[in-house]
Structures are given as structure tokens and as C-alpha cells.
């Protein structure tokens, strides 16, 4: 941890304090429960999830955007927005602060809070004077794995927060993953208050019998995912209307599994999981123009996530099925060979027409695509706005539309230049803040 804060500047290591016994401060004066969570991949839609279901019967407050750090916690607990470079506006914060603290006010019961860990010793860091009630961990993997160098210190950080919950503390986990298995049935972790969940016969809260919703009759309208959910001998249907994705059940898990901690019904439980939504450019629906529909999956891309995607769009019945795929960045030495997997992967699941945006998409699926029958499923493109155009021009009743690339593609302004309600975009569509409003997005 020091090294980490000898890396810092001496205003952002005083802010971070400053800003801990303002957030201290807070949770000893109203005292609200709070859900932490963290997990490799998954938080922020375990955090939506848990969100639609505690707030039918809490009042509740979650961190927004990416306020899951040292800096972004504390101020979600204040209830502020971060001041950026204007000491007015954290003046605004500090007033605020003060408010909170000298008059008493409608302080949120619970508190949903995403906790992030970049490096070795974030989670410590931040349960140091955030205490968790409930601890929910969704998954152990590769990421970041150049600052904790193995999966082994990946899994040993997450999991602090489950070793730093209160005493009456309960955990609910994702069983489906071995490291999180592993930890569960270690002969010290036999006294915690654990709800497990996932796909596997072990787990507590299960998902079995998975299916895609539809409209009408045959392959017109998708609407989302269904599944059964199993439950100490009690099974219920649980339906995500506009999630796609089967790992988005795990999300959906989650909460389940909150819900069952906090003593709510399974059936209330449900239904109000109806109303979850993922954040914006993660395998969303979106109803696109001359009734087409839109996996939104524009949030960012790897191989790894592409061929997720792939995996649902082969799934889903539509009269035809057109990938927009702009380019993979950061790949390094993988990059050709990355390209060319999603673009064989397209061919493979019999895709129809394949719109490749960038240098990086286009030599990767160039090769691919060279026999002449697949020719005339290829269309490459420079820029996001002359594929928007195309896209427009071919689009047909039915068609079933993935969208997707590195968020340096600004693959959104596709998604935008086809779904049928464009005037919604800044709620339904990522990287709508002015800021990136303000970055022009170039031809690659």
C-alpha cells in the first residue's frame, strides 16, 4: 500500500484521507447497512441487479459511473459528485458533507457499493473504514493480472472483503468459480453465513432451464432471458426482460441472493428483477429502426468477450444476423490472430453479413473471408459514421444486429445512427457524458 501511495501526488494522497474521515464520519452517525462487492468481472451488474431488488422495499443509494475507488466511494457515501479541478465545486462536496453530519436527514437504510481493486491491497484499504453487512463476490480471473502477477493474488485480494466483513456479516458468492469453491469449503470459512450461487448442483440459489423470450409466435421480437430459479426445494421463473447474455444471470443471482439475506420473498424477489437492466453497451437490447433489434455490447471488447457475444447471437432466432465489429485494441502480439478468430467465429455460426470498422478488423477478417462465396457478406469500413449510413441502408424487418469494439472505436455511434429511438441515446447508450462528447472520433 505505500509503495502505491508513494506513487501518487501529494494533493490526491490528501484528498483520499481527507475524503476517508469525511466518509467515516458519515456511516457512524446513520449507521445504514452496506452491500459490498467485488469480483473480477460482473460487479456493476451485480450492483444494478441488487439495486432493483432492495429498492422495492429499502431506501437504498448505489455508487454511480465508476465511483468504486478511493476517491469514488467516499463521495457516493457523502452523496456528491467528484469535484474534479474546480474547488468550488468541492467546496460544494465539503458543504454537503457538513449538512449531513450537523442536521439530521433521510439518510439511505442500505448502501450498494462496487468496490474496485487494481493493485494489492485496495480492498484493505477500503474496508479499513467501509464495513460490509453483506459481501458479494462474482468472480476470480485475469484481470489486472499484471499488477497481482497471479490468479492466486487475484483471489486473495477479492476475497479480503469477505475477510473483512462485520462479525453477524453474511457472503453471498459465485460457486460456479473453483477459486471462490476452494475458499468456501476451507475448513476456516465453516463458521461465515454463506449463500452460494451459480449453474452447478452446489449452489444455493441455481439456475437451471434457460431460455430466450419472444414476442410473437417463431422469430419475431426477442425480449430477454428465462430461467428457473431452485431454491432450498422452492422453483420459480425468473424473466430478464432486455438481458441477453446468459452470464448476466449470475447479476441476477446475486441479488437473489441479497434478497434471500435480507429476508425478502422469492416471488417479490422476481418480480422486480423484471425491471433490472444492464448499464448501458453490455449485451443490451435496443429496438432499432424498421423493427429491427440491437445487441448493444459497445462498451469495450477483447477475443474473449466477442466470442461471449457470439455465443447469444448464434442463439437467438432472427431472419438474418449482421455483426458490426469495430477494432480490438490492445492486443499486442495477438492482435492479427485475435481478428481472425471473431471472423472465422461469425462464419462458423452462419452469420449473414459481417461489417468489419478498422484497419485491425479488417486484416483480420480479410483472410478469412477470401473464398468467393463469403465475399458478399464483408463490408469494411473506416470510420463508425460511414458504417452507421451503410447499416442503415441494409437494414430489414427482423434483422438481428451486434454491435461491438474497443471503446476507442466509439462503436455507440453506430448503435445511435439505427435504434429507432435516437432522442433516448443518452440513457440507453454509453459514453454519453460530455466529455466524450467533446472527442472527435477519427477514421482508423
Request: aromatic share 10%; with cysteine; proline share 3%.
Amino acid at each position: 500500500m505505500e509503495k502505491k501511495e508513494n506513487q501518487k501526488s501529494l494533493k490526491i494522497i490528501f484528498l483520499e484521507k481527507t475524503l476517508r474521515f469525511m466518509a467515516r464520519a458519515v456511516l457512524k452517525k446513520y449507521k445504514p447497512k452496506i452491500v459490498g462487492i467485488t469480483g473480477s468481472v460482473g460487479k456493476s451488474s451485480s450492483k444494478e441487479a441488487i439495486f432493483s431488488v432492495l429498492t422495492e422495499h429499502f431506501n437504498v443509494r448505489k455508487n454511480e459511473k465508476n465511483y468504486n475507488n478511493e476517491i469514488g466511494l467516499p463521495l457516493s457515501i457523502i452523496g456528491s459528485l467528484a469535484g474534479g479541478r474546480s474547488v468550488g465545486k468541492w467546496l460544494k462536496v465539503l458543504t454537503r458533507w457538513i449538512g449531513i453530519i450537523v442536521f439530521p436527514v433521510k439518510y439511505p437504510e442500505i448502501l450498494i457499493l462496487e468496490m474496485g481493486a487494481d493493485r494489492p491491497g485496495d480492498i484493505k484499504y477500503l474496508t479499513e473504514f467501509i464495513k460490509c453487512q453483506i459481501a458479494v463476490v462474482t468472480d476470480i480471473s485475469g484481470s489486472h493480472l499484471e499488477y497481482f502477477k497471479t490468479l492466486n493474488g487475484i483471489a486473495k485480494e477479492k476475497l479480503s472483503l469477505v475477510e473483512n466483513i462485520s462479525s453477524d456479516g453474511s457472503v453471498a458468492v459465485n460457486i460456479d468459480n473453483p477459486y471462490i469453491f476452494k475458499f468456501c469449503n476451507h475448513p476456516k470459512n465453516k463458521e461465515k453465513k454463506f449463500v452460494t450461487f451459480g449453474f452447478s448442483p452446489e449452489a444455493e440459489a441455481r439456475a437451471t432451464d434457460i431460455f430466450y423470450n419472444y414476442n410473437g409466435q417463431g422469430t419475431e421480437g426477442i425480449k430477454g432471458l428465462s430461467f428457473k430459479l431452485n431454491h432450498k426445494g422452492t422453483t420459480i421463473p425468473v424473466r430478464l426482460n432486455g438481458v441477453l447474455a446468459r452470464h448476466s444471470i449470475y447479476a441476477a443471482l446475486s441479488a437473489i441472493s441479497v434478497g434471500i439475506v435480507l429476508g425478502i420473498n422469492l416471488v417479490e424477489i422476481a418480480k422486480s428483477l423484471e425491471n433490472f437492466s444492464l448499464p448501458p453497451g453490455r449485451m443490451t437490447l435496443i429496438s432499432g429502426i424498421k423493427n429491427s433489434f440491437i445487441i448493444d455490447d459497445t462498451y469495450n471488447a477483447s477475443p474473449v468477450s466477442t466470442l461471449a457475444a457470439f455465443q447469444a447471437f448464434k442463439e437467438i432466432k432472427a431472419t438474418r444476423k449482421i455483426a458490426v465489429l469495430g477494432d480490438m485494441l490492445e492486443l499486442g502480439l495477438d492482435t492479427e490472430e485475435g481478428h481472425k478468430k471473431v471472423a472465422q467465429e461469425f462464419l462458423d455460426i452462419k452469420g449473414d453479413i459481417f461489417f468489419a470498422v478498422g484497419q485491425r478488423m479488417k486484416m483480420g477478417a480479410f483472410g478469412v473471408f477470401s473464398q468467393e462465396e463469403n465475399q458478399e457478406k464483408i463490408f469494411f469500413f473506416s470510420d463508425v459514421f460511414s458504417a452507421g449510413k451503410k447499416l442503415q441502408e441494409i437494414i430489414r424487418p427482423g434483422d438481428l444486429i451486434l454491435v461491438k469494439g474497443s471503446q476507442g472505436m466509439r462503436m455507440e455511434k453506430v448503435v445511435e445512427e439505427v435504434m429507432a429511438e435516437p432522442m433516448k441515446a443518452s440513457k440507453l447508450l454509453c459514453r454519453q457524458e460530455i466529455a466524450w462528447k467533446k472527442i472527435l472520433v477519427k477514421k482508423v
